[in-house]
């Protein structure tokens, strides 16, 4: 009888233990999938547009990891409804997209996988993007990109 209890004990203990330590990887893995909130620490950007540079900060997340290895990156982006510019990268970055309601004059995002969006208006919005940061001062912004396609330089600082 006393080995039954030892062994009742012992298993009880592996059960606790077992639970203890299953609460602990999903207390972790919550960690994980709040990667992609707005905690803006991820790093500077400059955004050069002609002869002006706006800083942008990245948010912390796997797209802007991604974003950032490809950096420098000098591209040709197209106007889009006088709201935005926009290029398809060649590859695709993770994503993690989610409708805010609301697009922010300076927001720096990506559509789907592969599409690079930088707004200069403030609007609504029914799309999803998954959000790589934002311009620090967008003063000049709308101006500096013009009505048209425009080069745009994206580097780090």
């Given at each position: 009888?006393q080995?039954y ?9 592996f059960y606790?233990?077992f639970?203890?330590s299953a609460w602990s990887?999903d ?8 990667e992609n909130?707005?905690?803006m620490?991820?790093?500077k950007?400059?955004?050069?547009v ?8 990245l948010l912390?997340n ?6 950032k290895?490809?950096?420098?990156l000098i591209?040709?982006?197209?106007e ?6 926009y290029y398809d ?6 994503t993690?997209s989610?409708n ?10 990506l559509?789907?996988s592969?599409t690079?969006?930088?707004f200069y208006?403030?609007f609504?919005?029914?799309y999803s993007?998954?959000?790589l ?6 003063t000049g912004?709308?101006?500096a990109l013009?009505s048209?396609?425009v080069t745009?330089?994206?580097e780090?600082e």
């Open positions: 009888m080995h209890e030892t062994f009742v004990f012992n298993s009880l203990n606790i233990v639970i203890s990887c207390k972790n893995d919550n960690n994980i999938n709040t909130n707005n905690d620490t991820s790093g950007i400059k955004i050069k002609n002869s002006q540079t706006f800083t942008a900060t912390d796997n797209s802007t990891k991604a974003f290895q490809m950096l420098p591209i040709n982006m197209i889009l409804n006088s709201n935005e510019k990268l060649a590859g695709g970055l993770p993690n989610v805010s309601g609301a697009i922010k004059n300076g927001d720096l995002m559509y789907g592969k690079l969006v930088l208006k403030t609504s919005t029914s993007y998954t959000k940061g934002r311009i620090d001062d967008v912004l709308a101006s013009g048209g396609n745009v330089t994206f780090l």
